[in-house]
């Protein structure tokens, strides 16, 4: 790049030249050179295009045992694997400047991503919740928590950026906007531990199994999350509901392995395998996704994946991620991944690493958001 024409291009030109890109060519632009990357992150460059459109991306979580940064696939912890379904293709953001030993990335909301990560300068029993910006390459450290909750919880983070960490027995809760930046904590108390635990339309949403050792029953349970700003005393009410209604059914009896996934909208998506009859341990027939309207709270299918695409998922062990109307599929040692766009069905191949872990993931609406 020292030799070619552009490097000799005062800054402000190119970035003029630059800022005429959508976001989605900004970032594509980044990972031609390092001359383009340095250009394209910093502060006046950010400044510039901070108007642009979000973009719709998949992201990946690291497999556990890359959590450890001497594994082989190292780029796997030190990078933000993102795909791309509008055009077909993977991206990747680099987090190497977060301080921070294996950072693992875990959810996000309005351009933030959300990581556990180890401190270089605490013992490895304590972890850290980090809040950053991959295209902004800011981040904040939120106040300290025990490496328990980091194994235990499941973070969740609402449009506000309130964000919440949720076990069985406890649940902590932090917002940018309280006087006091520490987390709050309340008591859980549910059946068991919360599967798949959502945030809609603010209150939280989670599967419990109820039945007993050698027979899983599932029930669907809900938690308002009360505005801070209106609430002294108490952020979150404890009284966990269990939603249930006549007119469902067995709804929860036909799904084995139900997750849950945030819609559209006023809209929860349940998907697990359609047993094929009601005995211990039954076949599933396909992979079914219903989807629940919280306002009249009636069922309906919203799709189930092709018979072709299921027999690669048939006999293994999956992990489900996405949001609205995207649903991601990871098998292991399937090779690729399978997405539900909306109306149809396809595979995403070139998936990082070896393409046969699990990997887990969320929904990342990449824009340039300041960390608060």
């Known amino acids: 790049m020292e030799d070619s024409p552009i490097s000799r291009l005062p800054e402000d030109t190119l970035h003029q030249i630059f800022s005429s890109l959508s976001l989605r060519q900004i970032m594509i632009c ?22 642009r459109s979000h973009l719709n991306l998949l992201a990946l979580r690291p497999p556990h045992h890359h959590h450890n940064h001497h594994s082989r696939h190292s780029s796997l912890s ?30 996000s909301s309005l351009g933030l991503v959300y990581l556990w990560a180890d401190s270089p300068d605490l013992p490895d029993s304590n972890k850290s919740l980090i809040v950053c910006n991959p295209l902004t390459r800011q981040y904040r450290v939120l106040p300290q928590l025990g490496s328990a909750w980091s194994r235990h919880g499941s973070v969740l983070v609402d449009s506000r950026n309130r964000v919440m960490v949720l076990t069985e027995l406890a649940a902590l809760y932090f917002s940018f906007s309280q006087k006091n930046q520490q987390w709050l904590k309340f008591s859980s ?18 599967l419990c199994d109820v039945g ?3 027979r899983s029953k599932w029930k ?33 009896d036909i799904m084995k392995r139900p997750r849950l996934i945030r819609g559209n909208g006023n809209k929860i998506l349940m998907i697990g395998g359609l047993k094929s ?22 069922w309906e299918e919203a799709t189930r994946m092709p018979e072709e695409m299921h027999r690669w998922f048939q006999d293994s062990k999956f992990k489900v991620f996405g949001g609205g109307d995207r649903v991601c599929f990871s098998g292991k040692k399937v090779g690729r991944l399978a997405l539900w766009d909306c109306c149809e069905w396809r595979w995403i191949d070139g998936v990082p ?19 608060p």
Not at 81 to 105: A, G, I, K
Request: proline letters at 6%.
């Open 277 to 298: 009859s009601y005995s211990l341990n039954q076949s599933c027939l396909t992979i079914l996704i219903l989807r629940l309207d919280l306002e009249t709270m009636e």
């Open 189 to 206: 108390n549910l059946p068991s531990k919360p599967r798949s635990p959502i945030v809609v339309s603010n209150s939280v949403f989670a």
């Open 212 to 214: 007993s050792p050698w």
């Open 220 to 252: 669907l349970f809900s938690c308002a999350v009360k505005n801070m700003l209106n609430l002294n005393l108490n952020v979150m009410n404890n009284n966990w509901e269990c939603l249930e209604r006549h007119e469902w059914g067995d709804i929860f």
């Open 30 to 51: 980044r990972s031609v050179c390092k001359h383009f990357n340095q250009l394209l992150t910093s502060p006046s460059f950010m400044h510039l295009i901070s108007a």
């Open 353 to 371: 690493g070896n393409g046969d872990e699990l990997f887990r993931g969320f929904m990342f609406e990449a824009r340039l958001t300041a960390v």
């Open 78 to 107: 030190t990078s933000l694997h993102v795909y791309d379904p509008d055009q077909t293709r993977w991206l990747r953001f680099n987090l190497d400047f977060l301080p921070f030993r294996s950072p693992h990335p875990v959810a």
